[in-house]
Structure formats: C-alpha cells, structure tokens
C-alpha cells in the first residue's frame, strides 16, 4: 500500500529554467513532509521539509508547496543548476513516526 | 562530525544464507531506522530502533530483524535469504525520531545486497 506516490519516474529540464516535482499522499493524518536528494552510491540527503500548518517552504532556490486539500505537495527548483541531477524522494510522516516515502523522480537538468 | 556509516557497503550472498549488516549512527543520534530500497518500490521502511528498543515496525516478514546496542549502534539481520531481498539497505539517525519537533533523518550510503 503506497501511501506517498511519485507519478514521474523521471523529468528533464533545461538549465536556468523551473522543475518541478511532485507527490501525492493518501494519508491525511500525515503532518510533515520532506524532500530528499539522492546521488548515485550515496544515501538520500534531506533537502527541505514542510509542517502541514504552512502551504509553503522556502530555503534559496527549493520551495516546497503543499496542498492539504488535495493531498499533494510538490518541491520547485528555480534556477535549476547540472548539479541538481538526482533521485528525488518526498516522504511523509504523522506525528513523528515512521517516514513514508515515495518511488523517486529522476531529475535530469540539461546544461 | 561523522556521518552515518554503513558496513558492508557491498554483499553477496546466496538463497537461504543469513546476513548481517551495521549501521553506526552520527555521534548523539539515538534513533536510528532501516529502510529497503528496490527499483520501482522506492524506500519501504524495515524497523525503527530507540535507546535499544524496536519502537517502530514496517510490514516486511519476520525473516527481518534488528537490534540495537547501547551505543546507539545497530544491526539488521535476514535469515534465509530470498531473491526478491536484492536490494539496497539504508540506514538513517536522528537525534530523537517521534518527538513533537521533528527531525530530520540523516542517511548512510547504504549496503548493496545481491542475492545469488
């Protein structure tokens, strides 16, 4: 039972423009979520989280949106950078237990 | 500060063997989980250890188990191994886990498991 799902196994965008990702949930006792970012032979890294009181999180060029009405989120790259190629995980927890993650989307920015 | 380190980094093993990895979490970090990583399936989480006590559980058979030990150090354990337990094997640390302020999980590399 997947209850964090990325649709996007994989998404391409050119260098200086936006990505963006995306993730539904199924859960609405979730209260936190996170993105993580995931190189090659290295473990994921977190990247920025978002507390279900808020719609937005911002941290430089990542912001993370969530929609609680609809059970999404989605994490926004602006001005997307080569460096950013990664698996990107979101996941999901309520009320500090077990995190739920998602099946990651392959990020591919094209210099 | 060192990071969460993992070892193995690499197994191979056959069906029906048992294997045992570690897991050394960031110096201060009592929490420490498991999660398997296959393509397609994204991170399933294994199990959750606290002060040496499994305080979380995923839904994988009991063929998968773990410990944790006093320094915080842990271990995860499959017996009779199956194909399908091919994977990557992540472990993370954090500093309390379930907690009214969250924290984040800080990763390993993970061990790559082939099952032969």
């Known amino acids: 039972d997947q209850q964090v799902k990325q649709n996007s196994p994989s998404l391409s965008v050119q260098e200086g423009r936006i990505s963006i990702l995306n993730c539904d949930y199924t859960?609405?006792?979730?209260?936190?979520f996170l993105w993580y970012k995931k190189y090659p032979a290295e473990g994921p890294t977190f990247l920025i989280s978002i507390s279900s009181i808020k719609d937005k999180n911002e941290d430089g060029r990542f912001t993370v949106f969530l929609n609680k009405s609809a059970k999404h989120l989605s994490l926004h790259i602006v001005p997307s950078q080569p460096g950013d190629s990664a698996v990107y995980f979101c996941?999901?927890?309520?009320?500090?237990?077990?995190?739920?993650f998602g099946t990651g989307t392959s990020l591919t920015v094209i210099p | 500060k060192a990071g969460v380190t993992q070892t193995p980094r690499y197994l191979i093993k056959t069906r029906g063997q048992q294997v045992t990895l570690s897991c050394s979490p960031i110096?201060?970090?009592?929490?420490v989980s498991w999660y398997q990583q296959t393509p397609g399936q994204g991170l399933q989480f294994l199990f959750e250890?606290?002060?040496?006590?499994?305080?979380n559980k995923g839904n994988f058979p009991g063929r998968f188990s773990g410990r944790q030990f006093s320094n915080s150090r842990s271990e995860m354990n499959v017996s009779t191994l199956e194909l399908g337990d091919s994977a990557l094997y992540l472990c993370a640390s954090s500093t309390e886990g379930r907690t009214s302020s969250y924290n984040e999980q800080f990763f390993g590399p993970g061990t790559r498991l082939t099952v032969l």
């Open positions: 250890y606290f002060s040496e006590t499994q305080r």
């Open positions: 110096s201060g970090h009592r929490s």
């Open positions: 859960n609405s006792m979730f209260d936190y």
């Open positions: 996941a999901a927890s309520a009320f500090g237990n077990q995190f739920y």
